[in-house]
């Protein structure tokens, strides 16, 4: 059974930092890419950042970059996402999310935390 748990969510100020974290289990057949994405109330989900699991190699939105940090640790199959100068617009739930073969698009998704920024 395949499990995404992700934690670090919370309430901030502006300019203030988290770290999220997401843990994967359960995935036979390995991780091809972890990716964060994020949903605001009356939005629709976005993307956030990615890692390939095989090189570490990375990708930003636009309006993170500079701001945010994604990171993996193979030993524990976790994914972090250190986010700083965090601005009231970052308010929404994140999701993690697992790649597991170049044939599909995100195959398994976490529940979401929040993360609110307060001005």
């Known amino acids: 059974q395949v499990q995404l748990v992700e934690s670090g969510g919370g309430v901030v100020q502006t300019g203030g930092s988290l770290r999220l974290s997401c843990a994967a289990s359960g995935l036979a057949n390995g991780i091809l890419t972890l990716g964060w994405f994020r949903q605001a109330p009356g939005n629709e989900r976005e993307f956030v950042s990615a890692?390939?699991?095989?090189?570490?190699?990375?990708h930003y939105t636009d309006s993170v970059k500079g701001r945010f940090t994604i990171s993996r640790d193979i030993a524990s199959n976790t994914v972090y996402l250190q986010m700083s100068s965090l601005k009231p617009w970052d308010t929404a739930t994140y999701y993690c999310?697992?790649?597991?073969?170049?044939?599909?698009?995100?195959?398994?998704w976490g529940q979401g935390t929040q993360v609110t920024v307060s001005s």
């Open positions: 999310a697992v790649q597991t073969s170049i044939d599909s698009y995100y195959d398994y």
């Open positions: 890692i390939k699991w095989d090189d570490g190699s990375t």
